[in-house]
Nanobody, 116 residues
Framework: QVQLVQSGGGLVQPGGSLTLSCAVA????????WSWYRQAPGKERELIVM??????DYVDSVKGRFTISRDQAKNSVYLQMNNLRPEDTAVYYC???????????WGQGTQVTVSS
């Protein structure tokens, strides 16, 4: 059973920075395809960035402020978030797709609150 374990998040002032982490537990297989989603109160979950072997794609609202990175040795992915805005407030979820079965796994979610 593959699990994704998230860490990071919290409360930050507008203009501040946070880093989210997500690591695979329960598998020695290296994951290449990762995504970060977020869900704000009263809104649907939205994809904000994805990374695979060839591409990195960001949604326009986070371009230039958020950076995804991957550490294959640690089977982990990170989301560096800079210049945070109140509208970035949401629960953030990591997502990974198994390289063989293509089954998706989700992290447990972590709250990010941007407020003064």
């Amino acid at each position: 059973q593959v699990q994704l374990v998230q860490s990071g998040g919290g409360l930050v002032q507008p203009g501040g920075s946070l880093t989210l982490s997500c690591a695979v537990a329960g598998s020695v297989i290296k994951f290449n395809d990762w995504s970060w989603y977020r869900q704000a109160p009263g809104k649907e979950r939205e994809l904000i960035v994805m990374i695979d072997s060839d591409n990195i794609d960001y949604v326009d609202s986070v371009k230039g402020r958020f950076t995804i990175s991957r550490d294959q040795a640690k089977n982990s992915v990170y989301l560096q978030m800079n210049n945070l805005r109140p509208e970035d407030t949401a629960v953030y979820y990591c997502n990974a797709r198994h390289p063989i079965t293509r089954k998706e796994s989700w992290g447990q979610g972590t709250q990010v609150t941007v407020s003064s």
